[in-house]
């Protein structure tokens, strides 16, 4: 599964929230993976999205915005992929009611009604809304080429950092700009083709939005890359000027890193007696130093020999996690 998608479903099992910041979110979804049609004067809305529990999601917000409920259904492309696509539909006076809850048209005192271009006035009143809207778009329409690997993999990790939203009007991708600079988030946005891009290419800028979004496990996970990256580039700038013993001790560091990081994402930290505990805050604060120099920064009176001790404790008890998840 892609970065991108696990952070969508850490969303996705996110708590629904008040009426309002429901109406947002399915607003921005229906802006960015659902398709309107109108036929004879009745609306029909097919959502569409290759995660099933984003359609489910989907359906139990209807649900509880109009007490009705939609038909899911699951088609497979014609690619050479096969990857089959999920569609939440709603149908008539339903769709009708639920695109003008969303703020997607406006209905007049004659029954005509006319599309709304930009993201509503309604929709972007309150902060929680906005941050849903966000949410929901990320949702819908975003992608991007963050590829998380193995830590102990010693290719060389090329390329920077990409996260996009994908518009295809340029009304609601500029309202989306303004949304996200509330937060002080600053997209650019450019044209490809017939949608309109909004981007992020900043590792901090992307942590920040991801975070707005409920994505906390995929913060963490792209701070931890970014840990290894910088460790690994500071030990490359040094290879040249350090004796045999430098290989030992980077493989050491990122074996070290590895083991932390996957007690952290199973069992978490706080689990581990306070000694093991305060030993793995201070490797991950201070990655590339070594042995000696940890010494020198921890506050109780170890030994070179006492760290190192523990430190092979913290790599066993990794090791187990990883021989229980096989």
């Not at 000696?292 to 109780?300: C, G, K, R, Y």
Request: include cysteine; proline fraction near 1%.
């Amino acid at each position: 599964m892609s970065f991108t998608n696990r952070a969508k479903l850490e969303i996705i099992n996110s708590n629904l929230g008040a009426t309002c910041c429901q109406i947002a979110e399915i607003s921005a979804l229906i802006r960015t993976c659902a398709q309107i049609e109108t036929k004879d004067g009745e609306f029909k809305v097919t959502f569409s999205s290759d995660i099933i529990e984003l359609t489910q999601r989907i359906r139990t917000i209807i649900k509880n915005l109009i007490n009705k409920e939609i038909e899911l259904t699951t088609i497979v492309e014609n690619n050479l992929s096969k990857k089959p696509r999920y569609n939440a539909i709603i149908k008539g006076e339903d769709a009708k009611n639920i695109l003008e809850k969303c703020y997607i048209i406006k209905i007049s005192y004659s029954g005509q009604f006319e599309m709304i271009n930009g993201i509503s006035k309604h929709i972007a009143s309150q902060d929680c809304c906005m941050r849903r809207f966000i949410m929901g778009a990320f949702m819908g329409c975003a992608s991007a080429n963050i590829k998380i690997k193995e830590i102990d993999n010693v290719e060389k990790r090329k390329g920077g950092y990409h996260l996009e939203f994908v518009f295809s009007s340029n009304f609601i991708a500029n309202d989306f700009l303004h949304l996200t600079n509330h937060f002080d988030i600053n997209l650019k946005l450019i044209r490809r083709k017939k949608n309109y891009v909004c981007y992020l290419k900043e590792m901090d800028m992307i942590s920040d939005l991801l975070a707005l979004v409920g994505a906390s496990g995929a913060v963490l996970t792209l701070q931890n890359e970014l840990t290894i990256r910088q460790v690994r580039n500071e030990l490359n700038r040094q290879l040249n000027c350090l004796n045999a013993n430098c290989g030992k001790t980077v493989d050491a560091s990122i074996k070290q890193l590895e083991a932390i990081n996957i007690i952290n994402q199973t069992i978490g930290l706080e689990s581990l007696p306070d000694n093991l505990q305060d030993l793995c805050l201070l490797r991950l604060a201070n990655p590339e130093e070594s042995m000696q120099n940890l010494v020198d920064l921890t506050t109780n009176d170890l030994t070179k020999s006492g760290i190192n001790h523990r430190l092979r404790k913290i790599i066993e008890i990794a090791k187990e996690i990883k021989k229980s998840e096989e």
